[in-house]
């Protein structure tokens, strides 16, 4: 049983993850575990937990939070019939069949591999989120077969790989394809279940060793109940936010955070 000067500041650098992430997916519609993965990484790492799967426990807490976080969001999507129901159906089995193929992987590779596939795969999201343009199009409508089947099986196998949903990678592709902002996030929601639930289901059985306390599989339990909770609190606040001040500026800042923290994690795998 950890003692309380291993549990009292886990619990409290979870809390305050969470209450920051819930206000970001808030305030600028960004998924969660962008944010959630490396905060994991440096608080388990500062509190002394520096095992050689310990990004596969960053990355399979933030998948766990994932499902919850994504259920809300299709729920509340979908009273307002912005969910495109149909391009769900189509891109189900192969979402699924990338998650898994991507939690596989994930569970096989060192926790450094891991962060340099993190890291890369967050600076694409930043720049991005930088410099992408709302009228840059690859095409008039969403993609037949078999490119539906490549870009559906990609957007799993990469977000699995990250812990993150479908919004980071899946909005930007919706929109590349003309389907309107608000349709692309709800549909992104969708993405995230799919992702997230056969993913976590996969980590669940991956044993780690050395793990933080409480760890079932590659889900530590405390963080993902802690940061649910302040999520369900501080989301609100984010959105509140968002209709009382321009988001763009905030979201060209995140852009940078997010390149930043990258960048960052790199310098760490190579140069320690």
Known sequence: MPDLATLLPMVALLLAIGAIAGVIAGLLGVGGGIVL???FFYTFAHLGFQGPKLMQICVATSLATIVVTSVRSVLAHSKKGAVDWALLR???PFIVLGALAGTLLASQVKSLTLQVIFAVLALIAGLYLSFGR???RLGDGMPAQPLRGVYATLLGFFSAMMGIGGGTFGVPLMSLYGLVIHRAVATAA????????PSVVGFLLLPVAGAPPFTLGAVNIPAFLL???MTLITTPWG???AHAMDPKPLKRAFAVFIMLVALNMLRKVFFG
């Open 37 to 39: 993965v490396p905060a």
């Open 90 to 92: 189509a891109w189900l």
């Open 134 to 136: 709302a009228q840059w």
């Open 190 to 197: 969708g993405f995230g279940i799919l992702i997230a639930v």
């Open 227 to 229: 940061v649910i909770a």
């Open 239 to 241: 959105v509140k936010l």
